[in-house]
Nanobody, 122 residues
Framework: VQLQAYGGGLVQAGGSLRPSCAAS????????MGWFRQAPGKEREFVAA????????HYSDSVKGRFTISRDNAKNTVYLQMTSLKPEDTAVYYC????????????????WGQGTQVTVSS
C-alpha cells in the first residue's frame, strides 16, 4: 500500500489542523493505521492509531484529549484532527500502515507516507 500525507501547515497556538493520509494500492480496511511525528533532533514518536475492524483507537499521553484519529474506508483515508495545538506539537507528521492490529512502535509499521509539516507558532 502507498500512503500520501497532506494537510499540514502553519497555525497559531490554540488553533486546529486536520492532516489527512490517502492510501492506494492495497485493501485499506485490512490495515491498522497510525500517525507518528518527528521533531528536529528527536526520534520519531507515536501519536495515534486506529484499528481496521472496530475503529478502536489509541493515543499517546501527550495528545490525548486534543487529537482525534478517524478513518473513512470508502475514501481510503485516515485523518488526524488536531485541536488546542501547542508549539511542542511542531513536527513532521507521518502516517503509517500495518496489516493487523495497531501497535505504538515505529518498527511495527511496514508502510510509511512521506510526511507533512505541522508548525505551531507561539
Amino acid at each position: 500500500v502507498q500512503l500520501q500525507a497532506y494537510g499540514g501547515g502553519l497555525v497559531q497556538a490554540g488553533g486546529s489542523l486536520r492532516p489527512s493520509c490517502a492510501a492506494s494500492g492495497g485493501t485499506f480496511n485490512s490495515y491498522g493505521m497510525g500517525w507518528f511525528r518527528q521533531a528536529p533532533g528527536k526520534e520519531r514518536e507515536f501519536v495515534a492509531a486506529i484499528n481496521r475492524r472496530d475503529d478502536s483507537t489509541h493515543y499517546s499521553d501527550s495528545v490525548k484529549g486534543r487529537f482525534t484519529i478517524s478513518r473513512d474506508n470508502a475514501k481510503n483515508t485516515v485523518y488526524l484532527q488536531m485541536t488546542s495545538l501547542k508549539p511542542e506539537d511542531t513536527a513532521v507528521y507521518y502516517c503509517a500502515a500495518r496489516y493487523g492490529v495497531i501497535v505504538t512502535t515505529t518498527s511495527g509499521y511496514f508502510h510509511w507516507g512521506q510526511g507533512t509539516q505541522v508548525t505551531v507558532s507561539s
